[in-house]
């Protein structure tokens, strides 16, 4: 008797150790987006792919709202270092966009042959 419930104490901490904390989770997951936007290249992300990673933002910002109240300081830390990252990666896509496009309007004006043509 004492053996079994030996082995159920051991049973229920390796169980409770082995299940994943919903807020790390959530960050890790978040993290690993986040690092994916930054690694793309900035001159060949199409409209689709911002679609895509909109979508994908919003759905994560949604599961923030209901991690939030459990989530300590340090972790709220992370996820607006994270949350600036995501920001900064998608402003220089759309830079880079910008960028490109008065490029063409500019040559289109003046005439001039771009490096395609």
Known sequence: MKRLIIFACVALVG?????????????????????????????????????????????????YKTHKKQMTNIQLEKYYNLKAKYQKSVALIRTKKGVKAVKGWVNGVFGKKTKEE
Request: hydrophobic share 45%.
């Open 15 to 63: 169980v409770s150790v082995l299940k994943a904390d919903p807020v790390s989770d959530f960050l890790n997951r978040y993290e690993l987006f986040v690092d994916g936007v930054a690694a793309m290249d900035k001159n060949t992300v199409n409209l689709g792919t911002m679609d895509s990673l909109k979508v994908v933002y919003k759905q994560l910002t949604k599961e």
